[in-house]
């Protein structure tokens, strides 16, 4: 796509929005992570496109592939608080939210807040819950409050939640509410390393010996730094036609034949939000077509439902977001 100040003084272009610092620090999270994490260079730069965009992330994959070492140190690379909660089928709302607690000297009660009241939250297995739990997470996930005994409790800025889920096919797990689903901005699915990143996995392992991951990881952003480039991130232009391109692509999720459910609004919010901060991670301060093609799928594949014949005919909601994609004519 053509800019038009692009080409005629490069350093106006630089100028309009100070993004060197944004880049360079998404920069310095990706290599802290690549220093322990081989491989997941998509799932990484998801991470940081989500952090920049406020937004929460569900992660699903096999155990065993990282997921959870990939989400507690991306928490380290930020100068935050974190928490962590494993989901399990016996685990109450008052487990994650915290509960009123009776105060023996003054004979009142006073809350006790739950491991949800952190900055990054790391939930494990969040589909081994059973509903009344995640529905615990309505609230606190998209007004970034909890309301208990009529008192309603703020969470710190900043705040996300990273969701770890097996695939639903596995044993003990429970689908999570399409309510649920849409509040996470990304779904990022983790598959196996290739052949030769598992001989690195190998190496690299055996030549650590006995540290620890998270000693190797160095911490690169400040809560401060973060809320300055979360809002240059609002000021990322998006011509007429890009906000055209992202409507077109979220209506016909809801016209498809091959489509149960198609995406809401709030699926096109994600799509902007998430263009922009994957624009400014590149150190642009517009969004192209191109960016928007690839932040569709992460945003789009949890939000749809396929047709239950599409269903079981083994078609996947990646196969139909690249047929909407390809059916839709990218503006030049």
Not at 13 to 22: A, G, M, T, V
Not at 55 to 78: D, M, N, Q
Not at 145 to 170: C, H, K, R, W
Not at 298 to 318: A, D, F, N
Request: charge should be negative; glycine fraction near 4%; hydrophobic fraction near 40%.
């Amino acid at each position: 796509m053509e800019h038009p100040e692009e080409h005629n003084d490069s350093l106006a272009f630089n100028s309009r929005i100070p993004l060197e610092d944004l880049k360079r620090e998404a920069e310095q999270i990706k290599q802290e992570l690549q220093k322990v994490i081989i491989g997941q260079e998509t799932f990484i730069e998801l991470l940081i496109v989500s952090l920049l965009a406020g937004g929460h992330v569900l992660i699903e994959g096999v155990p065993g592939i990282a997921k959870t070492i990939t989400a507690k140190l991306f928490a380290k690379t930020l100068k935050t608080d974190f928490s962590r909660i494993q989901f399990t089928p016996d685990l109450m709302p008052s487990d994650v939210l915290g509960t009123s607690v009776l105060n023996m000297k003054t004979s009142e009660f006073e809350f006790k807040h739950g491991p949800i009241f952190s900055n990054v939250v790391l939930i494990d297995e969040i589909n081994r819950a059973p509903a009344k739990t995640q529905a615990a997470l309505f609230e606190v996930m998209e007004e970034r409050q909890i309301t208990m005994d009529g008192t309603q409790y703020q969470m710190e800025s900043p705040f996300m939640v990273l969701a770890t889920q097996n695939p639903v096919e596995q044993e003990g797990t429970y689908a999570l509410p399409e309510a649920q689903l849409d509040r996470f901005l990304f779904k990022i699915k983790v598959s196996y390393p290739s052949l030769e990143q598992e001989v690195t996995i190998l190496k690299t392992h055996h030549d650590r010996k006995l540290a620890v991951p998270q000693d190797a990881i160095a911490s690169v952003l400040t809560p401060e730094s973060l809320h300055t480039y979360r809002k240059l991130v609002q000021e990322i232009q998006l011509e007429e036609k890009i906000f055209s391109y992202i409507a077109q692509l979220v209506d016909k999720t809801r016209n498809h034949p091959h489509l149960y459910l198609g995406g809401s609004p709030r699926a096109s919010l994600a799509i902007m939000n998430a263009s922009k901060a994957y624009a400014a991670m590149q150190g642009r301060d517009f969004v192209t077509p191109e960016d928007v093609k690839k932040m569709m799928t992460p945003v789009l594949r949890h939000r749809i439902i396929l047709s239950p014949e599409r269903e079981m005919e083994g078609m996947t909601p990646e196969t139909v977001i690249d047929m909407i994609a390809q059916s839709i004519e990218i503006p030049r």
